[in-house]
């Protein structure tokens, strides 16, 4: 069975009434056309709803320097995505080698007509059409369409998606866990996206090992804790826990500026904080609509989609520069002293500078 971080779905009576009374904010030069950005905190945070001002990832100022991540290749290794959401399809992958419907592995990849990726979810292998929503929430927050008149911004406005169904109704097996890793990596995603926790099985280490070989940037959460959080240093989850040269770590802050209330923490095993509650993403449940989303599986994207960014602005860097990029580039805080090796929590523009910089290079 799944356990941990499972992101709930919680708009809240609060939130919904502020965001229908809320003023509408001045436009920013560079704020998107999409119609629920104002929602957003986590990429443009104002004040709105009596949030903390600049509690945020400074996500318009990155986008001053680089907006999309075109050909970066994001594994959402998840319960799927709804690739048909309007927000969604026009950044989803598709399998170049792929011909869709002819019931032939056209690329010899082992996968008949994978168009989008795959489901390795036992007894539903195939299509990986999400029907439990959290994968379409995670996706929503890496390449929701930025600029199209509807819905909300995702942190890449062009971005590939690449659907990897390894979980349904929060439940798996090990041998799709490291299949759909595997799946990813073998396919050409430099980002795994991995909002999920696992028992740390020999055959999952080794397909996360695969990765961390192959030099993708892998991103988890820290998942989440209802009793207030943990020390994952003295208690881990897992993939968190691993020693992987190319893993990071996200544990989550919400809108007041601080770590949310329910998110993990580790000096030594979380590296930094992420947007973790009040989440608006896409969502399956209305089909093709939104909702607030809370829980650690939302900071992970923040990250993943921060790593495409870089990717796309330094192509030849390695893993573990895109790594030090973010890592480096952290706004540190007193907030998150002590709960994450950076002490300090994700700064997209600061990040994306760093990627310009000489320094940065090996």
Known sequence: MMTGDRGTSILTAGFVAATCAAPALAQAKSEPNDPRFNEQWALHNTGQFGFTADADIDALEAWTIRRSAPGVIVAVIDSGVDYLHPDLRDNIWTNPGEIPGNDIDDDKNGYVDDVHGWSFVEGAEGDPMDTDGHGTAVAGVIGASADNGIGIAGLCRDVRIMVVKVNERNRSTTAAMAAGIRYAVDNGARV???????????????????????????????????????????????????????????????????????????????????????????????????????????????????????????????????????LESVDRAEAFGGLARTGGHLNVHSALRAARAEDHRE
């Open 192 to 326: 795994l996206n991995m909002s999920h926790t696992w028992v740390p099985d020999r055959a999952y280490r080794r397909a996360l090992e695969h990765a961390d070989r192959a030099g993708v940037v892998m991103v988890t959460g820290a998942a989440n804790d209802d009793r207030g959080g943990r020390d994952l240093d003295r208690d881990p989850v897992y993939p968190a826990g691993f020693e992987l040269e190319h893993k990071v770590v996200a544990a989550g802050s919400g809108p007041g500026g601080g770590p949310a209330p329910s998110s993990n923490f580790g000096r030594r095993t979380v590296d930094l904080f992420a947007p973790a509650e009040l989440i608006t993403t896409t969502t399956i449940e209305p089909p093709g609509e939104y909702a607030a989303w809370s829980g650690n599986s939302l900071a992970a994207p923040f990250v993943s989609g921060t790593a495409a960014l870089i990717i796309a602005e330094r192509p030849e860097w390695r893993a573990a520069e895109v790594i030090r990029a973010i």
